[in-house]
């Protein structure tokens, strides 16, 4: 079972991102307590068909490590 941080990172996305894809009946998870955990095989059934996909539906693929900066103009 994963946690709902622990899928996010795996597919690149925000926590909430996957809560909206389980409310929206789009991915299955189990209550545990008052969290959620996603079954590692639901997970991979919802990973494999988004891999490759650069639609839109996740937002754009940014390499964080190395992604350009927004830098101020030197004051002259």
Not at 33 to 62: A, C, I, L, T, W
Request: glycine content about 8%; charged content about 35%.
């Amino acid at each position: 079972m994963l946690t709902l941080e622990q899928v996010g990172r795996r597919l690149d996305v925000h926590r909430s991102t996957v809560v909206r894809k389980i409310l929206a009946g789009e991915t299955r998870a189990a209550r545990v307590g008052n969290r959620h955990r996603v079954p590692y095989s639901e997970f991979q059934r919802f990973r494999d068909p988004k891999m490759g996909q650069r639609d839109g539906s996740f937002g754009p693929r940014v390499d964080r490590k190395n992604r350009p900066r927004l830098v101020a103009a030197a004051a002259t």
